[in-house]
């Protein structure tokens, strides 16, 4: 099994900065993959950002040139770092992992405002 801890979240104004991270523990010599989802209110959840144990990227067209994702294997750490946040970014940020099952933390709120 898999644990996931997601932090980072928080209040923000548009334009500014946030920076996410997932602590991972457990089984991570089976993770295929890690990304970072979001839910916004009275929407699906949808992929913002993934990575392979490859360290191909993907991410959704709608944060292109503004998050970033990343790996730091020797702490069991995921990141995103999202600038130039808009009001639009406003949801509960998720971690996954992906192994043969699926893994997930417990979210983080995330919320651009002025």
């Known amino acids: 099994q898999v644990q996931l801890v997601e932090s980072g979240g928080g209040l923000v104004q548009p334009g500014g900065s946030l920076r996410l991270s997932c602590a991972a523990s457990?089984?991570?010599?089976?993770?295929?993959?890690m990304g970072w989802y979001r839910q916004a209110p009275g929407k699906q959840r949808e992929l913002v950002a993934a990575t392979t144990s490859g360290g191909s990227t993907n991410y959704a067209d709608c944060v292109k040139g503004r998050f970033t994702i990343s790996r730091d294997n020797a702490k069991n750490t995921l990141y995103l770092q999202m600038n130039n946040l808009k009001p639009e970014d406003t949801a509960v940020y998720y971690c996954n992992a992906d192994t043969d099952h699926l893994y997930w933390g417990q979210g983080t709120q995330v919320t651009v405002s002025s």
């Open positions: 457990g089984s991570i010599f089976s993770i295929k993959a």
